[in-house]
């Protein structure tokens, strides 16, 4: 069994970190979606030796989507939640912790 998983939040220090963790520990994944804001749509991140374009975690159709770990925190996480929770896929929050 393999899983579409989605990263939210996949370019910043604790997506890039899953991103690698995921890699390291062989997740059976089928597909990797990174998503990220706005302003970091359509840029690359690496996995498993392959540039996959980030896409828009604001717009992103989590519809096919198995499994979702995000990075983003408060109220953006929530609502992200919400609408991948909506389309049957399960969230794991991975929030930052702010100082």
């Known amino acids: 069994m393999s899983f579409t998983v989605a990263v939210g939040g996949a370019t910043d220090n604790v997506g890039s ?4 963790i995921l890699e390291q520990r062989a ?6 979606v990174p998503l990220a804001s706005a302003a970091s749509a359509g840029g690359l991140v690496m996995f498993r030796g392959e540039a996959l374009e980030v896409g828009n975690l604001a717009t992103f159709d989590f519809n096919g ?3 979702l770990f995000l990075s983003t925190g ?3 996480a929530k609502g992200t939640a919400l609408r991948a929770a909506a389309a ?6 991975c929030e930052r912790q702010r100082r």
């Open 74 to 76: 408060g109220e953006n």
């Open 88 to 93: 049957g896929t399960g969230s794991i929050p």
């Open 65 to 67: 989507s198995d499994l």
């Open 27 to 32: 997740v059976p994944i089928k597909r990797l």
């Open 17 to 20: 970190e899953m991103l690698r």
